[in-house]
């Protein structure tokens, strides 16, 4: 590969392990893809997702890239507050959705026969016509795209700041591999990959803390280095690396930080996962697994990051800024292999959890834009008529375009994975978020108020991310509150307005004597 600089033996003994690590993924693929009967075992594995697999599945999804990178990034550069928060919202989001939501839209969707996500809202509103199908396939499409370009971007900034490698090359060979294991295996290869990545995030996570601590001098150390930076472990101030002063968060900042935590209620990859559960009696162990898990992992992901300016301050790795601070875990794994083979092949491991984290969350996402097309899209809306044989080729010839447009988003080596994933995660959830709760809680919500708030939900992310949020003050609110507001209010005004449909309304009578007998 070009631009690839001479490799020690530490370099080659990280190399070796995660080169493993990818040949692994590449054989769950393999496997799992002779267990693929029709499309519905692609999309959802026929709804055999024991407990562990779907509390794991579910979260490793959800903790992309930018918990290895973007999360210890943001905390690097400037403390405790924004990270703190962020999380804090994450954690809060995780447990009220498997709390609120995974047993019902396990329930409501196996009544409906539904497998993919639009699929689910064209059904529950009876849309004959599949707009809402369409209209939520192409808000997957659109949020996705992006949302995985982050992830190979990610592939990308790992091996050029590691290797020496050429960014571009790089983000193409972990896209590629990813693409064939999801193209090949479908949903029970992304599940059980997400559950053995998941595993190694956590490796990797522990061994970084605790190489960091002890190369920053110790624990005193980095607490003494930290509370010289004004504002930098404060709850209601941030540090600004570009000032060297600390900013106010303020109860308006704080708000807006945590309503992250609103962007679980729409994440096409996450509910799908609760639809693909199989015990549903068993929902109650997966949440505390879910939830402890995450909370965990962004308590350590945001500690390593405040560890990492200590090694700074140490001179044991050079100071990181801008989007460059996100790639602060690979520099400590470079530098734990620096301490012979042995050690290098367990930095290896320590970098294969970054891939993990991009590829748990890539694989999801990748197969939910695949079937918003091929399912939703060309089966539903269109109505064209194909066997299984012919879907299940166009579902994988569909990976495999989403993905080839993901790359040439990722092709600029300077943007943030986290403001990147920012962005599709309020998507998702204003869009998404609120028409899944009504549709779960409200019999009254109806096919108008989803569509409405949907179209209003997406609009309202773009206008407020750069028309109002740029106007500063009381305005720079993350888009994803207002926007899951004003979709939500739309939501019930037009359904209010619009005449119910009563076999809609039996219909989820009856969806809520199945829960009551669950």
Partial sequence: MKGYRNMDSSQIGILISMVAYMALMLGIGIYFARKNENVGDYYLGGRRLGPLVTAMSAEASDMSSWLLMGLPGVAYLSGVADAAWTAIGLAAGTYINWLVVARRIRTYSHELDAITVPEYFSKRYHDKK??????????????????????????????????????FWAMIISAAVIVAYTSLGGFLAASTTDLIQSIVMTVALVVILSFGIYTAGGWDAVVANSQALPGYISFNKTFDPASGTADKYGIITIVSTLAWGLGYFGMPHILLRFMAIEDREKLKLSRRIATTWVVISLAVAIVIGIVGYSVTKAGAIEPLTGSGSETIIVRLAGLLGENGFAVALLAGVVLAGILAATMSTSDSQ???????????????????????????????????????????????????VFQIVSFAWAGFGATFGPVMLLSLFWRRSNKNGAIAGMAVGAVMIFVWKYAVRPMGGAWDIYELLPAFLVALAVNVIVSLA???????????????????RD
């Fill in 498 to 516: 619009s005449k119910p449909d009563p076999a809609v309304e039996q219909e989820y009578d009856d969806y809520k004597r199945a829960l009551q």
């Fill in 130 to 167: 599949n707009i809402l199908n369409c209209i939520a396939a192409l808000i997957i499409i659109v949020f996705f795209i992006p949302y995985t370009a982050s992830g190979f971007a990610a592939c990308g900034k790992l091996f050029a700041s590691l290797f020496g490698a050429d960014y």
């Fill in 366 to 416: 990748l197969l939910a834009a695949s079937s918003s097309f091929s399912q939703n899209i060309i089966r539903d809306f269109l109505h064209i008529n194909i066997s299984e044989k012919t879907a299940m080729k166009l579902a994988k010839s569909t990976v495999l375009i989403i993905a080839v447009i993901a790359v040439i988003f990722a092709s600029d080596p300077n943007s943030s």
